[in-house]
């Protein structure tokens, strides 16, 4: 009777169970139906807000959709929400739907689709290095036309961000071939121009040796922008040889127009320049090689176009003349001033009086003085020179770094640039010594810079403390691994050697290029051996084609050019500017290779020079091509 109790129990329980299960599975099954109802309902709404264009409405009912759906499910109606959103600019409820997508629950068309999303957003935030992966793993096979769009426009924008221009070009002319939307089209090669007009010269004529045929052409169109054009019929008869030589092109009206309407590059070559130079006075011998340059560079002048007549204007010592000097050559029928040279006689042009004409100043003005506009400076500046001096010695590794000068106005402005500049990157001064520039023996400056008397000093001490004789070894500081060394070549000579006697054999010796005369002096130079300085193509790199212009110079001016040779380069460069001009102006990034430097505008109408750099070998300036510590 027990055991049939039992069994009748265990069947009671098991159809009880059983029931339940059913019960649930009914249940379950309601529950199911009755959300694929509510979803079914809830994406009919959607669409119908799509359709309106009510994204956010949308976008909100795909993420009720999505709290509904099974765990496979999820992903495909967040990524339907983050679109939306994107649509809206709601770029932060994008990214909110995007981290909560389950990756692995997406089909390959689906996956390509968030990745684009997520690029999207990260353009957005302007995280560009974070696009990067995106743009490099995107499947374009299974992206469609529209897709491929806004991968190529997001991709232009992001190589534009991180300096990587050739990948932008290269996005932009790929879209360019793409766009069917007029206004879409005319933006694109907006952009692609903007981008074209700020690359370099080097760079663009790289880009014209490559294979890639469609980047040869629009970087011929940009070359044909940087010619100087004497008037608006030369630009378009330019512009339409560039179309008739590719006929391929797709370019627009719109842009045609705008290279035609906003080019600014029209030079009127001027036929009579006025040279504005103190021939008599402290300045004078300077003032004569300056001139002679100029003529010489005239003579020797092969471009047709540019052959003015030069007319001299004595500025004398006294520099409130400049004035009086200014309108006369005015009134003379000048179209083009080249000078003054003297730093308060160009304060006084441009603060007091009426720049009719484009002026080429022989020096610059104090930074606070705002520039007119028909003021272009130009010079041999020493503190583009220190400035330099601090990126060399960063570049090569050299972050601690003592600075040796002399009393005077002129070492004081060219030692605090370098420090400004050197610990603006990162480097850092461990002191700064002067010395007397009358002194033949400079060994208690060393020696107090390289902390050799401290040394001296605590070996004293320790011998009077023992009152026993013990060896010693004088030793300098440790952490210094350069010197800025301002100083003349007769200086430089005596100061060289005496760092290697006080156990700086191994320190790098860094300077300007008031180290070297400018003419070589090979026994007398071999005691700067290893110093490392900064100077002008002129001087460091001359070629053969500049030896008849040499021999001009030397004829002309005699031991003045041997004094002031790099004046030379000054004078040359400032003949054939006006012809540069317009273009550095016009054209962002650009430059000209003259003999005082590569020049290009900055900030106030300044011409910078960037130097090259040489390094004394055998009693000899060396060009350096690379880095050398």
């Not at 050739?166 to 790929?174: R, S």
């Not at 500017?577 to 016009?586: E, F, N, R």
Request: glycine share 4%; aromatic share 8%; net charge negative.
């Amino acid at each position: 009777m027990i055991m049939n109790k039992n069994k009748t129990l265990t069947l009671s329980y098991s159809i009880a169970a059983l029931t339940c299960l059913l019960m649930l599975n009914s249940c379950t099954s309601n529950i199911t139906r009755d959300n694929n109802k509510q979803i079914a309902i809830k994406t009919s709404q959607a669409q119908q807000w799509i359709y309106a264009s009510q994204y956010e409405q949308a976008a909100q009912l795909y993420l009720q959709i999505v709290e509904l759906s099974e765990a496979q499910d999820k992903a495909t109606y967040l990524l339907k929400a983050a679109e939306l959103y994107q649509k809206i600019e709601q770029y932060d409820s994008a990214m909110k739907a995007l981290r909560r997508v389950n990756i692995k629950a997406l089909q390959a068309q689906q996956y390509n689709r968030y990745q684009l999303a997520m690029l999207t957003n990260y353009a957005h935030f302007e995280q560009w290095s974070s696009t990067l992966p995106f743009i490099d793993s995107l499947n374009t096979a299974r992206l469609d036309n529209s897709q491929q769009q806004q991968l190529l426009e997001i991709s232009a924008i992001s190589y534009t961000a991180l300096g990587k221009q050739q990948l932008a070009v290269d996005a932009h002319l790929q879209l360019n071939e793409m766009l069917q939307d007029k206004s879409a089209f005319e933006k694109n090669q907006l952009a692609l121009w903007q981008l074209l007009t700020n690359i370099t010269d080097p760079e663009l004529n790289a880009w014209l040796q490559t294979e890639n045929s469609t980047l040869v052409a629009w970087t011929a169109l940009a070359k044909t922008q940087r010619i100087s054009y004497e008037n608006q019929q030369q630009l378009k008869a330019s512009l339409d040889q560039w179309r008739n030589h590719y006929p391929n092109q797709l370019i627009s009206n719109a842009l045609i127009q705008k290279i035609i309407s906003e080019y600014t590059n029209y030079f009127v070559i001027p036929e009579k320049i006025a040279v504005l130079l103190p021939m008599s006075g402290p300045y004078s011998k300077i003032a004569n090689v300056i001139y002679a340059a100029i003529l010489s560079a005239k003579e020797l002048n092969d471009d047709s176009r540019y052959n003015p007549d030069i007319v001299l204007y004595d500025t004398g010592a006294q520099a409130e003349d400049i004035l009086k000097h200014y309108q006369l050559a005015v009134s003379e029928g000048a179209q083009y001033v080249i000078g003054p040279l003297d730093k308060q006689a160009v304060e006084i042009l441009a603060t007091q009086g009426e720049i009719s004409l484009p002026t080429l100043t022989l020096n610059y003005l104090p930074q606070h003085i705002l520039t007119p506009n028909n003021i272009y400076q130009f010079g041999l500046l020493p503190e583009d020179e220190a400035n330099q001096v601090a990126d060399r010695m960063i570049q090569s590794g050299h972050k601690q770094a003592l600075i040796l000068s002399a009393h005077g106005a002129w070492e004081e402005r060219l030692s605090q640039t370098f420090f400004e500049r050197y610990e603006e990157l990162g480097g850092q001064v461990l002191d700064t010594q002067l010395y007397t520039a009358a002194d033949v023996d400079f060994s208690e400056t060393l020696k107090t810079v390289l902390l050799i008397s401290e040394s001296e000093q605590r070996y004293q001490r320790l011998r009077s403390a023992l009152a026993v004789k013990i060896k010693h070894q004088p030793r300098r500081r440790q952490d210094v691994q350069a010197i800025f060394l301002i100083a003349p070549p007769q200086i430089a000579r005596l100061i060289r050697p005496q760092i290697n006697y006080h156990f700086g054999t191994d320190l790098s010796v860094f300077s300007t290029s008031h180290i070297f005369s400018g003419t070589e002096n090979i026994t007398k130079d071999r005691d700067i051996n290893g110093v490392m300085y900064c100077d002008i193509p002129w001087i460091l790199t001359p070629k053969l084609d500049d030896a008849m212009l040499r021999e001009l110079l030397e004829i002309e001016t005699g031991r003045d050019y041997k004094d002031h040779p790099r004046f030379a380069a000054l004078g040359i460069d400032a003949y054939n500017l006006p012809m540069q001009i317009t273009t550095l102006l016009s054209i962002q990034n650009s430059s000209y290779s003259g003999l005082a430097g590569q020049l290009s505008m900055r900030d106030n109408n300044r011409l910078y020079r960037e130097l090259l750099w040489g390094k004394f070998i055998n009693g000899r300036p060396r060009h350096l091509k690379n880095l050398t510590r």
